[in-house]
């Protein structure tokens, strides 16, 4: 079992940028896939990036592509989000979660999600 603890979130304007760690518990982080998802007022959650437990695998939403970077330190049991560019429409409660799954590929499926941490505020002013 793994515990997923979120961090960095906060407000800032559009076109700014903010990084969002995820600190995971257990010494098996390395054997887990890891992603991030977000979820604004109303609307369901969704998938943002993912990253697979080599760290060589990455999978990212359109929404995101180019402005957005996922990374993981295993040494650290921390995954990053690296969120540039921000947009009015990126403000969510963002979420990281974990899977035990050893793919090739990231893992970009909501339902493949075992551990989910309690999520972080972003919010972007335009």
């Known amino acids: 079992q793994v515990q997923l603890v979120e961090s960095g979130g906060g407000w800032v304007q559009a076109g700014g940028s903010l990084r969002l760690s995820c600190a995971a518990s257990?010494?098996?982080?390395?054997?887990?896939?890891m992603g991030w998802f977000r979820q604004a007022p109303g609307k369901e959650r969704e998938f943002v990036a993912a990253?697979?437990?080599?760290?060589?695998?990455?999978s990212y939403a359109d929404s995101v592509k180019g402005r957005f970077t996922i990374s993981r330190d295993n040494a650290k049991n921390t995954v990053y989000l690296q969120m540039n560019s921000l947009k009015p429409e990126d403000t969510a409660v963002y979420y990281c979660a974990a899977a035990p799954r050893r793919t090739v590929v990231a893992v970009t499926r909501r339902a493949s999600y075992d551990y989910w941490g309690q999520g972080t505020q972003v919010t972007v002013s335009s």
């Open positions: 990253i697979n437990w080599t760290g060589r695998s990455t």
């Open positions: 257990g010494r098996t982080f390395r054997d887990y896939a």
